[in-house]
């Protein structure tokens, strides 16, 4: 054992999202006073501030899509929207005095390990050095544009939903929308009234939830901020309707599936009159072996007599709108691509070294290995929040945060102390959680045959195969046998 720290741990988080100002909350609140957030952009918020596109909205309750120590009655509907959600987030990180904490306009490029330290390099020239590295960077941050012939060829505006053109009006134009998942299937009944006429350009349909978005009332509010006991009750009632349905349902629960497949056939069919349109937007895999979509209004807006799904493959964009394989020329004043994101970068745009000079892109060249998605052999002293394997599918992702910050803040506690300068996995304990991970993958929706981001280029999903319980019971606490503890 050497002697106990006297200098403070200092904690390098990078990213200013919902996973970079808890983790700054929560070490701050255990007492680490040498905590810095490297945030490139000039403000917080991370996939709440980049996505700006009309519609947007989470697809998971407001009510459970929150800080489990911050409940809300200020929502104003059951799934809220983007903004108000960056403005929850806005306005928790200046309650608890984040924004001290937070460097902006600071793009880490590269951060190696030197000795006992990691030395972080950012693109305008500055370093800084750091004990701990929390990659704090998120999953949905990489927009991709498809890889179709001619797309800087056409003539009017073209972008991504996430880098959404706010002075670009829609009125009375011909939009086309190339990518038809849960970005798309936001936007056309936010825009479909507006434009004059509107073109879904679908590779593959999805199957649509209805769940309805009721509107909060301002009684309803009042009663929440006078019994926010409700709102911890409300917390709750969501965690278990996740758990026991759609969590289990993804993992081989068989009739929690057939349920929800039937609510998702049955909305297709009563809302689809048309055979030759539903024909067209009834998939060909088992539901929920893509993300699951939320929407009570698609079908209907799609439906509008100026609006179209179109399923002829795309043979290029050319300067006055889309070529089909046909040869049909779909004309259009304005280009949307919801074409989604590189969920499988995570920090990767980051030069990672680690102690040996090894860096993280040869180590994930073979496939996106973690232990308990957390952290990597070979790295010690950094770890991901929300990396490779993590619950992500249709769940609260901020309370898969709490977890595994909880989980940091002890995993951390020896090296605080200074019973020890570095902590990372041991290659064997990574090896064997990895082996679990692949064996039970074989259960799970996601490995039924459909093309979905989930998958990486091997076609392994990089999600969680077993219980949201079981989790929970894995973030309770570590198992420091599975880690080196240098000294």
């Known amino acids: 054992m050497i002697s106990a720290n006297t200098t403070p741990l200092r904690v390098a988080i990078i990213g200013a999202g919902m996973s970079g100002i808890l983790a700054a909350l929560k070490f701050r609140e ?6 810095t957030v490297y945030e490139k952009a000039d403000r917080l918020g991370g996939t709440w501030r980049d996505n700006v596109y009309p519609g947007l909205t989470c697809d998971v309750p407001s009510q459970h899509y929150c800080y489990s120590f911050e409940l809300n009655p200020e929502w104003s509907r059951l799934f809220s929207p983007g903004s108000e959600i960056l403005r929850y987030l806005d306005a ?67 972008f ?10 829609l009125a009375g134009k011909r939009v086309g929308i190339v990518g038809t998942g849960s970005t798309a299937i936001q936007l056309v009944p936010a825009i479909v009234d507006e434009v004059a006429a509107l073109t879904l350009f679908q590779r593959t349909p ?46 081989g629960d068989q009739e929690q599936l057939a349920k929800i497949a039937q609510a998702c056939r049955d909305n297709l069919m009563q809302h689809v009159p048309d055979p030759d349109l539903r024909a067209k937007l009834t998939p060909d895999y088992q539901v929920a072996c893509k993300r699951l979509i939320m929407s009570e209004t698609f079908y209907a807006a799609i439906q509008r007599p100026h609006a179209a799904v179109e399923t002829t493959p795309i043979t290029r964009i050319e300067p006055r709108g889309i070529r089909l394989s046909d040869g049909t020329l779909r004309e259009l004043d304005v280009l949307v691509y919801a074409t989604g994101f590189d969920a ?17 892109e040869q180590t994930w060249a073979t496939g996106l290995t973690t232990h308990r998605s957390l952290s990597v052999p070979g790295f010690p002293n950094f770890f991901m929040l929300i990396g490779p394997n993590s619950p992500i599918g249709n769940f609260s992702l901020i309370m898969v945060a709490e977890m595994q910050v909880a989980y940091l803040l002890q995993l951390l506690a020896p090296l605080r102390a ?70």
């Open 344 to 360: 499988h970068r995570f920090v990767r745009s980051i030069d990672i070294i680690g102690a040996d000079g090894h860096r993280l």
């Open 418 to 487: 200074g019973h020890c300068r570095a902590v990372a996995p041991r290659a064997e304990a990574c090896a064997a959680f990895n082996a679990d991970l692949r064996a039970a993958m074989k259960d799970t929706v996601w490995v039924s045959g459909c093309r979905s981001w989930y998958l990486d280029k091997s076609g392994q999903p990089i999600l969680w195969p077993w219980t949201l319980e079981r989790f929970q019971a894995e973030m309770a606490a570590p198992d420091f046998n599975e880690y080196t503890m240098t000294a």
């Open 206 to 251: 999805q199957w649509v939830l209805p769940l309805p978005n009721p509107v909060f009332t301002e009684a309803q509010k009042i009663h929440f901020r006078a019994h926010p006991e409700t709102l911890q009750q409300a917390y709750q009632q969501w965690l278990d309707r996740i758990r026991t349905t759609l969590a289990r349902a993804v993992i």
């Open 30 to 35: 255990a007492g680490y006073t040498a905590v």
């Open 160 to 169: 991504h939903t996430a880098r959404w053109q706010t002075g670009v009006s």
């Open 92 to 158: 928790v990180a200046h309650k608890h005095a984040i924004t001290d904490h937070i460097r902006f306009g600071k793009t880490l490029c590269a951060a190696a390990r030197q000795g006992e330290v990691w030395q972080l390099t950012f693109t305008d020239g500055t370093q800084a050095e750091a004990d701990v590295v929390i990659a704090a960077t998120g999953v949905l941050h990489h927009p991709i544009l498809p890889d179709i012939p001619g797309r800087s060829d056409f003539a009017g505006p073209a």
